[in-house]
T-cell receptor
């Protein structure tokens, strides 16, 4: 099976702009989670989608949003970019369900905000 | 919410030695504990996991132990090799697909 893919891999944006990142999960996986990774804060949970519904949300401002499509692909959007949004954004896919299943990560999108 | 503490932040060992990384969690409802290895510039890779109904799990040179009473779990790597050098993350989950991660341990294995 193909692994989790993310596009684009690298992105440079200016403060105030918005950005959309995409994640394609492993075939058959219905859950997609998003994480922000920075040297200072480590890996932090943003939100999780299952069957097109957001099931859980981390402690991030409303500028961070996401959605999931019927084919389980997911996008996340960050509006009004700030310098502090520079990070590696990782998505992870899993089978889903209420019982935690193994999560497999994509390669990430490196976002730089200038 | 859940809080996961991980120690040490860096660990240097000689090739062939054992390495132990420890994590504690705060939410007694957490029931799934995976460990990830992340090499420089690469994605985190799941290396082993354990569920709350099991006390220990082993996979070749890697083992994980869980103490639910004390709310801590540990990763044990035996016969370390230079290719084990990476950042290791522990995590905890109590449902759905939400992982709370520790801050990571940089493991350096010297030949």
């Amino acid at each position: 099976k193909a692994g989790v893919t993310q596009t684009p891999r690298y992105l440079i944006k200016t403060r105030g702009q918005q950005v959309t990142l995409s994640c394609s999960p492993i075939s058959g996986h219905r859950s997609v989670s998003w994480y922000q990774q920075t040297p200072g804060q480590g890996l932090q949970f943003l939100f999780e989608y299952f069957s097109e519904t957001q099931r859980n949300k981390g402690n991030f401002p409303g500028r961070f949003s996401g959605r999931q499509f019927s084919n389980s692909r997911s996008e996340m959007n960050v509006s009004t970019l700030e310098l502090g949004d520079s990070a590696l954004y990782l998505c992870a896919s899993s089978l889903g369900g209420q019982v935690p299943y193994e999560q497999y990560f994509g390669p990430g999108t490196r976002l730089t905000v200038t | 919410g859940e809080n996961v503490e991980q120690h040490p932040s860096t660990l240097s060992v000689q090739e062939g030695d054992s390495a132990v990384i420890k994590c504690t969690y705060s939410d007694s409802a957490s029931n799934y504990f995976p460990w990830y290895k992340q090499e420089l510039g690469k994605r985190p890779q799941l290396i082993i996991d354990i569920r709350s109904n099991v006390g220990e799990k082993k996979d070749q040179r890697i083992a994980v132990t869980l103490n639910k009473t004390a709310k801590h779990f540990s990763l044990h790597i035996t016969e370390t090799q230079p290719e084990d050098s990476a950042v290791y993350f522990c995590a905890a989950s109590k449902g759905y697909s939400t992982l709370t991660f520790g801050k990571g341990t940089m493991l350096l294995v010297s030949p």
